[in-house]
């Protein structure tokens, strides 16, 4: 009987262990916090992704550092462009997703970065990695590096609160 408690409680903990809060840094000096264990990986144009769930399974959440400087986009063009940057980075942006249509979209200065905030309605999409109803997305740079916060929304529920949450949680040490 002790043997089967025993294991009973190494499951439990475990299984909260696994489903706890974790800081992750997604580049030099930066950090944000997902709520589940977080996947890694690097694909073949050399961006790192990070992709995680928490136990709320209808939202994804994701975050991207790439850094454009090995493309010709140093950091000191990054600041000379200014918000004129994100106008092109997001018709990129909208042309390699696809059957995307754009909700709601703006610059806004958040931790300190001038960012561009999106709302996608991504219900089309063919993609089963960013398969849902809506994407909310920051995206920022650092130097070169762009970095983006993601949440994949699959419901018609509310989930600002979470959203909010994850973009919130973005540590920039300076």
Same mark, same amino acid.
């Given at each position: 009987?002790? *043997? !089967?408690?025993?294991?009973?409680?190494? =499951?439990?903990?475990? #299984?909260?262990?696994?489903?706890?809060? &974790? %800081?992750?840094?997604?580049?030099?000096?930066?950090?944000?916090?997902?709520?589940?264990?977080?996947?890694?990986?690097?694909?073949?144009?050399?961006?790192?992704?990070?992709?995680?769930?928490?136990?709320?399974?209808?939202? *994804? !959440?994701?975050?991207?550092?790439?850094? =454009?400087?090995?493309? #010709?986009?140093?950091?000191?063009?990054? &600041? %000379?462009?200014?918000?004129?940057?994100?106008?092109?980075?997001?018709?990129?942006?909208?042309?390699?997703?696809?059957?995307?249509?754009?909700?709601?979209?703006?610059?806004?200065?958040?931790?300190?970065?001038?960012?561009? *905030?999106?709302?996608?309605?991504?219900?089309? =999409?063919?993609?089963?990695?960013?398969?849902?109803?809506?994407?909310? %997305?920051?995206?920022?740079?650092?130097?070169?590096?762009?970095?983006?916060?993601?949440?994949?929304?699959?419901?018609?529920?509310?989930?600002?609160?979470?959203?909010?949450?994850?973009?919130?949680?973005?540590?920039?040490?300076?």
């Amino acid at each position: 009987m002790k *043997k !089967y408690l025993l294991s009973f409680a190494c =499951l439990l903990i475990s #299984g909260i262990l696994l489903a706890q809060p &974790s %800081s992750f840094a997604i580049g030099e000096k930066i950090k944000v916090t997902f709520p589940g264990p977080v996947d890694s990986n690097t694909n073949e144009m050399g961006a790192k992704l990070f992709r995680s769930s928490g136990k709320d399974t209808t939202l *994804k !959440y994701s975050a991207l550092a790439f850094d =454009l400087a090995p493309m #010709g986009l140093q950091a000191e063009m990054v &600041s %000379s462009m200014g918000d004129a940057l994100w106008d092109q980075m997001k018709s990129g942006m909208l042309q390699q997703l696809g059957n995307v249509e754009l909700k709601k979209d703006e610059i806004v200065q958040f931790k300190g970065k001038s960012c561009l *905030k999106m709302e996608l309605d991504i219900s089309k =999409l063919e993609s089963k990695e960013i398969k849902g109803k809506s994407l909310y %997305s920051i995206s920022f740079f650092a130097g070169s590096v762009l970095h983006q916060l993601s949440v994949t929304v699959n419901t018609t529920e509310n989930k600002q609160k979470e959203i909010d949450e994850f973009f919130n949680s973005l540590v920039i040490e300076q």
